[in-house]
């Protein structure tokens, strides 16, 4: 099985407790986190990392650093002019994470961009494509809905889509275009991965059950609603179980990220439900244990 996760990595540095001026430099990416996860979780998976950089030497060192992680890196494109994106993290005492960003001209942004219009042909192959709502905010409107439409017909071709909402505001031009996009990506997707905190911003649901009743009516039959600490909840076959909270949370940074790699990898390799839900908890559970977005081995 080959997967494809289409989306934006960058440079992140992560600050030493104040007053120290030091930081530590890594690269990460909400949906490169979940590739990096899934590789780990599942190794007889092809999973390949879907981008744009640069060719500077921060996007080099990048490169070869997904692929130390055995993600393929043969669908990553390369910018003459732009470079990639960066971060810096820092966390409070509880492990809550606050981020500040330069990413308006990352190379990511230009991704299926061609001068004929956007080409997609580089997801051509694959069994499922993962991506998130950063994914689709970094886009441009044109590309944006183009690849909403390859998506339907790839599904109508047998392939499989999983997507998780991820919403983060500044990236949107405004609320209504976040809802109309993050709306049809939950309506055309298979694997469905959302966050409750997510859906409660963008779509204004009071709760989680109404989240859950929300993404049934339109559509959705397969995923999980993560809950942080209390859990997840199963948007499929359903699922009674219990799930103990993580021993320490040291740093929240792709809690979310982890979970689904866990969860696709039980999924994607024929585990039931119960196994994929407890995978993508534990997992999630171990990562919030330790400082910034992707665990040492």
């Known amino acids: 099985m080959r997967v494809a996760c289409v989306g934006e990595a960058m440079v992140e540095l992560s600050l030493d407790a104040a007053p120290s001026t030091a930081a530590r430099l890594g690269f990460a990416g909400d949906v490169l986190n979940t590739a990096i996860y899934l590789k780990r979780s599942a190794p007889e998976l092809q999973v390949d990392f879907v981008t744009r950089v640069g060719r500077d030497a921060f996007s080099d060192r990048m490169v070869g ?99 998780d909402s991820n919403y983060r505001p500044r990236l949107w031009p405004d609320e209504a275009t976040a809802h109309a996009a993050i709306e049809r990506a939950w309506r055309s997707c298979d694997i469905a991965l959302p966050s409750v905190d997510d859906e409660m911003a963008v779509f204004g649901d009071p709760d989680a059950p109404a989240v859950l009743d929300r993404l049934t009516g339109w559509g959705v039959r397969d995923g999980a609603l993560k809950r942080g600490a209390d859990g997840p909840v199963s948007l499929g076959e359903a699922v009674e179980a219990q799930y103990a909270p993580a021993a320490q949370v040291v740093d929240t940074t792709a809690a ?42």
């Open 256 to 297: 979310g990220d982890s979970f689904n790699g866990g969860y696709l990898a039980a999924a994607l390799t024929g585990r039931g439900q119960r196994d994929a839900l407890r995978a993508g908890h534990d997992l999630a559970s171990m990562v919030v244990g330790v400082k910034g977005a992707i665990a040492p081995r």
């Open 65 to 163: 650093f997904i692929a130390a992680e055995e993600v393929g890196t043969g669908a990553i494109g390369r910018s003459d002019d732009r470079n990639v994106g960066l971060y810096a993290i820092t966390t409070d005492a509880q492990g809550e994470r606050s981020f500040t960003y330069w990413r308006d001209s990352s190379a990511a942004r230009t991704l299926f961009q061609a001068p004929d219009g956007p080409d997609f042909s580089v997801l051509e192959g694959y069994d499922v494509v993962y991506s998130s709502a950063i994914t689709l905010a970094i886009l441009s409107p044109d590309v944006r809905g183009a690849l909403m439409t390859w998506l339907d017909e790839f599904r109508a071709r047998g392939g499989r889509v999983a997507f």
